[in-house]
């Protein structure tokens, strides 16, 4: 058990954490509110944009401005248009990412792309797999927004990911070089860290999977806090993340 008595602010992940599909989990609403916006949320999301993701928790009655959310999707587009301005990319991901791919002046392509990126694909086929697998082959380098293979659902459900479905192109593939931006790879915490403007010793990742989010957050060099049923860190109005209670789960 450590003491969080330094902590001023969180890093926050979303499924599993502060919501199941579309809904709130217990102790969510309070514990962002109690935060009094010292948090960033940080989520392998590979669908939505920040101002899409905003706009949808706020619908659920949870605030969270898009200047507070990272998002492992747009941030791994973010990525590629600063590292290969103007790419020829093939996108395997959701609408909004094609069109947050095209603000950041990256060309969406069908044939011949330098870059395969990976999000949730809802439209995930065999003829995309196809298309993805031979440009892959033919040397454009493969992107993938993170490796989760699941993210959780109502009822105990299970929903494919973005690693469920490289899964898939790798299989078509073999063995080749890729790149994954989300947790547990530091680019969101980093990217959280940044907005939060704090320095690492005083911040609490706060997160559901203790694969991602621990692993992550610890090779980071974060202290993390695993939520389980809900149960979220004790904290006050003017000090969040206070010592937690002994039986809630802490790792140094």
Do not use: W
Request: charged letters at 25%.
């Amino acid at each position: 058990m450590g003491s969080l008595h330094d902590i001023q602010g969180c890093l926050v992940d979303l499924d599993g954490t502060l919501v199941r599909g579309r809904q709130v989990l217990p102790g969510a609403h309070a514990f962002l509110e109690r935060l009094g916006g010292r948090f960033v949320i940080v989520s392998n999301d590979a669908e939505h944009t920040p101002l899409e993701l905003s706009r949808g928790l706020k619908r659920l009655g949870l605030v969270a401005e898009q200047h507070r959310i990272v998002l492992a999707g747009a941030t791994a587009l973010d990525e590629i248009a600063r590292r290969r301005p103007r790419a020829r990319i093939y996108i395997m991901a959701s609408k909004s990412l094609m069109s947050h791919a095209r603000d950041r002046d990256l060309v969406p392509v069908q044939e011949r792309p330098d870059i395969v990126f990976l999000g949730r694909d809802r439209h995930f086929s065999y003829e995309r797999l196809m298309v993805a697998a031979n440009a892959v082959r033919d040397g454009a380098e493969l992107v993938a927004a993170n490796p989760d293979l699941v993210h959780p659902g109502p009822d105990g459900a299970v929903v494919p990911e973005t690693g469920a479905l490289m899964a898939a192109l790798l299989a078509c593939t073999g063995p080749v070089p890729y790149r994954i931006i989300g947790k547990p790879e530091p680019a969101l915490f980093e990217a959280g860290l940044a907005l939060l403007g704090l320095p690492k010793r005083v911040v609490l990742m706060v997160g559901d999977n203790p694969a991602t989010d621990g692993e992550g957050a610890r090779g980071f060099g974060l202290r993390y806090f695993e939520v389980r049923n809900g149960i979220f860190p004790a904290i006050a109005a003017n000090a969040p993340c206070r010592d937690a209670v002994d039986m809630l789960a802490f790792s140094a």
